[in-house]
T-cell receptor, first 115, second 111 residues
Framework: KAGVTQTPRYLIKTRGQQVTLSCSPI?????VSWYQQTPGQGLQFLFE???????NKGNFPGRFSGRQFSNSRSEMNVSTLELGDSALYLC??????????????FGPGTRLLVL | QQPVQSPQAVILREGEDAVINCSSS?????VHWYRQKHGEAPIFLMI?????EQKGHDKISASFNEKKQQSSLYLTASQLSYSGTYFC????????????FGSGTQLTVLP
């Protein structure tokens, strides 16, 4: 089975612009979660989608949004980019949206640099 | 609340053992362990569930002390490929897809 894929892998934007990142989960997986990883804050949860619905949201401003399509692919959008948004954005997929024993599988990430 | 990992970094020689700890200030139902190499995605290693169930890696073992709200990852006879940053994650809510991760333990295995 192919793993989680994320596009693009690298992105350079300037302050004030917006960006859309894409994630395709493992085939058959219906849940997609997004995380932001920075050297200072570490790995932080952004939000989770299951069956095209946002199920959980982390402590991030409204500039960060996402959606999920009927084929489980997900996109996240960051509007009005700030320098502090520079980070590795990781997408993780899991089979369903139930239970504390569910395994998440991470994609390679999109490295965003905001200038 | 973010789980606390210790040590922050460890350097060892091939064949040596290491223990990485993860503790939480709140009740744990499960602990998820990942390893991340520089520039790569975190790779799933293991889940430990309340009640003693484990799912994961063949060559890495772990323990989960529910009373102490702690988990430990045991790396025995370390190989060069074990180098990387190890993260523990705990569910923030009823969902295991909202994980709060520790700050990581950087493990370096030297030949």
């Amino acid at each position: 089975k192919a793993g989680v894929t994320q596009t693009p892998r690298y992105l350079i934007k300037t302050r004030g612009q917006q960006v859309t990142l894409s994630c395709s989960p493992i085939s058959g997986h219906r849940s997609v979660s997004w995380y932001q990883q920075t050297p200072g804050q570490g790995l932080q949860f952004l939000f989770e989608y299951f069956s095209e619905t946002q199920r959980n949201k982390g402590n991030f401003p409204g500039r960060f949004s996402g959606r999920q399509f009927s084929n489980s692919r997900s996109e996240m959008n960051v509007s009005t980019l700030e320098l502090g948004d520079s980070a590795l954005y990781l997408c993780a997929s899991s089979l369903t949206s139930g239970g504390k024993g569910e395994t998440q599988y991470f994609g390679p990430g999109t490295r965003l640099l905001v200038l | 609340q973010q789980p606390v990992q210790s040590p922050q970094a460890v350097i060892l020689r091939e064949g040596e053992d290491a223990v990485i700890n993860c503790s939480s200030s709140k009740a744990l139902y499960s602990v998820h362990w990942y390893r991340q190499k520089h520039g790569e995605a975190p790779i799933f290693l293991m889940i430990l569930l309340k009640g003693g169930e484990q799912k994961g890696h063949d060559k890495i073992s772990a323990s989960f002390n529910e009373k102490k709200q702690q988990s430990s990852l045991y790396l025995t006879a370390s190989q060069l490929s074990y180098s990387g940053t190890y993260f523990c994650g705990t569910p923030s809510s009823g969902s295991a897809r909202q994980l709060t991760f520790g700050s990581g333990t950087q493990l370096t295995v030297l030949p």
